[in-house]
Structures are given as C-alpha cells and as structure tokens.
Nanobody, 123 residues
Framework: QVRLVESGGGLVQVGGSLRLSCAAS????????MAWFRQAPGKEREFVAR????????YVTNSVKGRFTISRDNAKNMLYLEMNSLKPEDTAVYYC????????????????WGQGTQVTVSS
C-alpha cells in the first residue's frame, strides 16, 4: 500500500531555515502529483505547495511565496519542502500528500497522506 512519511520538522528561531522531507513507497511515485499542506493550532488544514510528477511545474501559495520551495527527487522517491525566512505564523503540523491524477490545492483531491511533522517557529 502507499505510504508517505514526513521528517525534518523541529523548533527553529524566527528567520531560520528548515527542510522537510517526505519518503514515498508503495506506488509509482514519478507519476504522482505531490503536495504539502499544513495545519496551525486551532485552524483548518491549508494548502502550501504542489508539484507535478516530473517536477518541472510547481506552485507555492502566496503566503509563503519567495520563502518556501517545493521539489522532488524521483530517483529516491522523495519530496522536499525547503523553508527559509521562517515566521511564527509558519508554526504548524506539515503534511505530505499524493494525488494520482489531480494537480490541485484542494485537500479532497489527495488520496494519500503522511502522519505529519511539527514545525515550531519561536518569536
């Protein structure tokens, strides 16, 4: 079965950087649309970034544009989220997700999810 496992979260200071990783298994990773979502305390889950199977096209939501970069390494079945210039409002549980067909910012279009990794940005 499909399995997604996030790692790389932790506690960082304002302005710091962190790289999240998502290890995928159990499917044809190179054909999946991959995405990152996050959920802050007391708030609903929100879309962060997505990338097509080849990695040639990606999109990052406006609130993190210029600071976050999504990428993938299909040879290693890995998805990444490089986070720079972190702010307290970036504090959230970050989730990796996969879609077999949709290139979307809607969580309902993603059929597979990881357990999440906590990112805490101290002010």
């Amino acid at each position: 079965q499909v399995r997604l496992v996030e790692s790389g979260g932790g506690l960082v200071q304002v302005g710091g950087s962190l790289r999240l990783s998502c290890a995928a298994s159990g499917g044809t990773f190179s054909r999946w649309v991959m995405a990152w979502f996050r959920q802050a305390p007391g708030k609903e889950r929100e879309f962060v970034a997505r990338i097509i199977g080849s990695g040639d096209i990606s999109y990052v939501t406006n609130s993190v544009k210029g600071r976050f970069t999504i990428s993938r390494d299909n040879a290693k079945n890995m998805l990444y989220l490089e986070m720079n210039s972190l702010k307290p409002e970036d504090t959230a549980v970050y989730y990796c997700a996969a879609s077999e067909i949709f290139y979307s910012d809607s969580e309902s279009r993603y059929g597979y999810w990881g357990q999440g990794t906590q990112v805490t940005v101290s002010s």
